[in-house]
Nanobody, 120 residues
Framework: QVQLVESGGGLVQAGGSLRLSCAAS?????????LGWFRQAPGKDREFVSH????????NYADSVKGRFTIARDNAKNTAYLQMNSLNSEDTAVYYC????????????WGQGTEVTVSS
């Protein structure tokens, strides 16, 4: 079992910034292949935000956040971060992190989510 704990959400004004964290703990046998951030806005489906391949640091972003959000990881702390800048009301959502153990697997473990509210 792997536990993921997100933190860093909150209320921010449009144009502001937040940094989310995702701390992984649990099984020493599970090797993170990729960590992803997803979000779900009220009344909408969950959507992909960004991911990072753990070993290489390769990143990918949804078009809606490209240039504003930055994903990073700290291998030693088993923690990933999502720096969010130039926030707008469309970024309001519950943000989740999730991990997958290999390229052929889906995201097997999910955090409980952290809420981000952007006021205009």
């Amino acid at each position: 079992q792997v536990q993921l704990v997100e933190s860093g959400g909150g209320l921010v004004q449009a144009g502001g910034s937040l940094r989310l964290s995702c701390a992984a703990s649990g099984s020493t046998f599970f090797v993170i292949y990729r960590l992803g951030w997803f979000r779900q806005a009220p009344g909408k489906d969950r959507e992909f935000v960004s991911h990072i391949t753990w070993s290489s640091g390769t990143t990918n972003y949804a078009d809606s956040v490209k240039g504003r959000f930055t994903i990073a990881r700290d291998n030693a702390k088993n923690t990933a971060y999502l720096q969010m800048n130039s926030l707008n009301s469309e970024d309001t959502a519950v943000y989740y992190c999730a991990v997958r153990g290999s390229p052929g697997e889906g995201y097997a473990y999910w955090g409980q989510g952290t809420e981000v509210t952007v006021s205009s």
